[in-house]
């Protein structure tokens, strides 16, 4: 369900999720996947933004209601709100996504509540109520006593609105705010981490962020021309995000080792980006 | 030393898995949570437990999908030490 879905959030996985168990293609929604190493640089290492809040490419799902491809409300629930009344009674095209409890999060969904505010996708099945993880991948079924407990009192009601066409997808395209054709090289040097307060931990964020990046533009690009290339470059990726974990924990990477990670992430950027200009 | 059993032992703990020892040993963990992120972490766990270094090529939830993965792992290692301290 969640397969191929490399969503910056929950509610992000969570509208992927659902726009694909529609039949529609949704790897044209990472059009803005060709953000520069450097330009996540300066947000996670520079500006020090938190890995979860990365707003440099903008969430999928307010784009989508922007265009009019999705409609999404947010609720705040009230006293006199029946959670288990209203998802019993929802539309046919209307999905709702409830926020639940840090402690329903961790012991029996088993994720990593890395923000405070985690939604999960709920259906009602006869008297029961069958909620859908994306982080891990999981489906657990509840009765509506239970559900009640674990609701933290918001919601968002997704409806999408219009498929996702040929029309959309040029759209998608020219309004790209990164892209990969006109990537220019940076290199890194020892001058770009002078400074850098806990670098270690900011490297590790970087990555993070540039990891997702690369499965999307897998994917998005895929769709012109054969990604293949980058396909095969992504264990090395998620080995350098292993390896800037480990120096995160051990606490004990040098600035050498610290610049060498960088500047083999950034060697990795140049080697797919001068690849894929060339196809495209 | 039944490295199973300790293996076992620190997965259920880092992962909040009840009952741990009657998880099957090949079910994969990111069913239990586990990430490219605490997978690190349950790595150095397994590290200080066993008095071992494991190599960074080693690096990743590619090499610690399950119980059984660890574990044929973390002899690895053992064996390997054991061969170069002879």
């Known amino acids: 369900m969640f397969e191929d879905i490399y969503g910056a959030s929950c509610v992000e996985n969570q509208v992927l999720s659902i726009l694909k168990s529609e039949g529609n293609n949704i790897a044209a929604l990472y059009h803005n996947s060709a953000i520069s190493l450097k330009q996540v640089f300066d947000c996670m290492v520079t500006e020090q933004q938190n890995p979860y809040y990365f707003n440099a490419v903008p969430r999928i799902q307010e784009e989508l209601s922007q265009m009019g491809i999705v409609d999404s409300k947010f609720k705040q629930s009230e006293a006199c709100t029946d959670i288990c009344g209203e998802i019993s009674k929802c539309q046919d095209g209307e999905y709702y996504l409830i926020r639940v409890?840090?402690?329903?999060?961790?012991?029996?969904?088993?994720?990593?509540?890395?923000?405070?505010?985690?939604?999960?996708?709920?259906?009602?099945?006869?008297?029961?109520?069958?909620?859908?993880?994306?982080?891990?991948?999981?489906?657990?079924?509840?009765?509506?006593?239970m559900l009640k407990k674990v609701f933290a009192n918001q919601y968002i009601i997704v409806?999408?609105?219009?498929?996702?066409?040929?029309?959309?997808?040029?759209?998608?395209?020219?309004?790209?705010?990164?892209?990969?054709?006109?990537?220019?090289?940076?290199?890194?040097?020892?001058?770009?981490?002078?400074?850098?307060?806990?670098?270690?931990?900011?490297?590790r964020n970087?990555?993070?962020?540039?990891?997702m990046m690369c499965y999307r533009m897998a994917e998005y690009y895929g769709l012109y021309v054969d990604t293949k290339f980058i396909r095969d470059k992504l264990p090395q990726i998620e080995h350098y995000y292993a390896l800037?974990?480990?120096?995160?924990?051990?606490?004990?990477?040098?600035?050498?080792?610290?610049?060498?990670?960088?500047?083999?992430?950034?060697?990795?950027?140049?080697?797919?980006?001068?690849?894929?200009?060339?196809?495209? | 030393m039944n490295i199973e059993t300790e293996v076992r032992k620190i997965v259920g703990n880092m992962l909040t898995i009840p009952n741990v020892q009657y998880i099957d040993a090949k079910k994969n963990?990111?069913?239990?949570?586990?990430?490219?992120?605490?997978?690190?972490?349950?790595?150095?766990?397994?590290?200080?437990?066993?008095?071992?270094?494991?190599?960074?090529?080693?690096?990743?939830?590619?090499?610690?999908?399950?119980?059984?993965?660890?574990?044929?792992?973390?002899?690895?290692?053992?064996?390997?030490?054991?061969?170069q301290a002879v």
Request: charged share 30%; glycine share 2%; aromatic share 10%.
């Open chain 1, 101 to 145: 409890t840090p402690t329903f999060t961790k012991v029996c969904l088993n994720a990593r509540a890395m923000r405070d505010d985690h939604f999960v996708r709920v259906e009602a099945i006869d008297e029961d109520f069958v909620i859908y993880n994306d982080i891990p991948e999981k489906v657990v079924k509840i009765s509506a006593d």
């Open chain 1, 159 to 203: 409806t999408p609105k219009a498929p996702i066409d040929d029309l959309l997808m040029d759209r998608l395209w020219k309004n790209r705010k990164f892209k990969a054709e006109e990537y220019t090289p940076y290199f890194f040097t020892q001058h770009n981490l002078e400074g850098i307060k806990d670098a270690q931990t900011r490297i």
């Open chain 1, 206 to 211: 970087m990555i993070q962020i540039y990891k």
């Open chain 1, 244 to 280: 800037s974990q480990y120096y995160v924990l051990k606490g004990d990477a040098t600035a050498k080792q610290l610049l060498k990670l960088l500047t083999d992430v950034n060697s990795l950027e140049d080697e797919i980006m001068s690849k894929l200009n060339q196809l495209l």
């Open chain 2, 29 to 83: 963990l990111r069913f239990f949570g586990m990430d490219s992120l605490n997978c690190i972490e349950l790595l150095l766990m397994i590290e200080e437990h066993f008095k071992i270094l494991i190599p960074t090529e080693y690096l990743g939830i590619e090499y610690l999908h399950n119980i059984h993965d660890i574990c044929k792992l973390v002899e690895e290692v053992l064996k390997n030490e054991q061969l």
